[in-house]
């Protein structure tokens, strides 16, 4: 495809452009000015993308990436067009891909907001500089409260390394991820989706890490509809030259912590196949060996018939590391 087509399909393309350099130069004035002066900067670049999206063009294609029968965009509850626009802006701004499944559009009482997911996490992540990005929550355990009620328990990992040190969140015990279990009358055991809350899981750890890089940074947080209350992760930062072989075995740790729960089931042999498969899938280095492996893990899943839920973790890792490898 040509140039000349390329402008012609894509009105964005200046937009997109402005917002990249404004961006750049707002994170430039955040660590190297005042924070008064980084707020007018930050402002003005706001104010700036959502004029320019207001041209009919990119509004229109704004309009069409975010229309709910194509299912780019996720889009929650009735939001009108003009705010479609504006979020979509914002998104833009902030560097997020419509399609890459890093941001929701979530109606409001007073329009529409941003929701920020763990891919758009990741994005930010990245663009501050953090490199090797690992967020790996364990498998969700629901406990049930004497006095009624219940919740899933989900511990894990969220990792970077960001100016030379590694960053490195624990989630466990009391500060371990906390999401409300859905029982109904007469229920003990929960019928949830395991990925749904997985999905919450990863996000919450996610915006813990940005949270911390990004004060490290000394730049404002992204927008967010929703205000996630974490726990009380223990936050470790060591050099990287100190520790180069951390992250494979905090990676390890997490993945048998996970699996032991549904493959104590299987044969010894088949348990510890599946399980070096899982942590063949979480550490491949590049996507050729990433595919590779999970080409063996299919086979595995068809050859010895695993359950739903080792099925559901294999998809949970995929994407996860697939996402990683691709932002690398």
């Not at 989630?171 to 990925?195: E, M, W």
């Not at 740790?253 to 399980?275: G, M, P, Q, S």
Request: aromatic share 6%.
């Amino acid at each position: 495809m040509s140039e000349s087509a390329l402008s012609i399909i894509d009105p964005t393309e200046p937009l997109v452009e402005m917002c990249k350099s404004t961006r750049q130069a707002y994170y430039e004035v955040a660590r190297t000015r005042s924070r008064v002066t980084a707020a007018i900067v930050r402002a003005q670049a706001l104010q700036n993308t959502l004029q320019a999206a207001q041209t009919p063009e990119i509004a229109a294609m704004l309009l069409a990436m975010s229309d709910p029968s194509i299912k780019m965009v996720e889009m929650v509850g009735d939001v009108s067009d003009p705010e479609r626009v504006r979020i979509m802006a914002l998104a833009l701004w902030f560097g997020f891909t419509p399609g890459d499944a890093e941001f929701s559009i979530f109606a409001s009482r007073n329009g529409a907001n941003l929701y920020i997911k763990a891919n758009g996490y990741k994005t930010l992540l990245t663009q501050l500089g953090a490199k090797e990005i690992r967020i790996q929550p364990g498998f969700p355990k629901q406990i049930n409260f004497k006095e009624g009620g219940a919740a899933w328990i989900i511990e894990g990992t969220a990792e970077c390394v960001y100016d030379g040190q590694r960053i490195t969140l624990q989630f466990s015990d009391k500060g371990a991820v906390k999401v409300p279990c859905n029982l109904y009358r007469g229920q003990t055991v929960s019928s949830d989706n395991i990925d749904a809350i997985g999905t919450k899981a990863e996000r919450r750890m996610a915006k813990a890490l940005y949270a911390v890089v990004q004060t490290a940074a000394k730049v404002a947080a992204a927008e967010d509809a929703e205000d996630d209350a974490t726990g009380n992760a223990d936050v470790t930062i060591t050099p990287v030259q100190q520790r180069l072989a951390a992250p494979k075995a905090v990676q390890a740790a997490t993945a048998e912590t996970a699996l032991d729960i549904y493959l104590r089931e299987l044969a010894a042999d088949v348990a510890k196949y599946i399980r070096d498969l899982h942590q063949l899938l979480a550490t491949s280095q590049t996507l050729k060996d990433l595919e590779e492996t999970a080409v063996k893990f299919r086979e595995a899943i068809d050859d010895y018939k695993l359950s739903e839920r080792i099925r559901s973790e294999f998809r949970r890792v995929y994407s996860q590391r697939k996402g990683e490898l691709s932002n690398d």
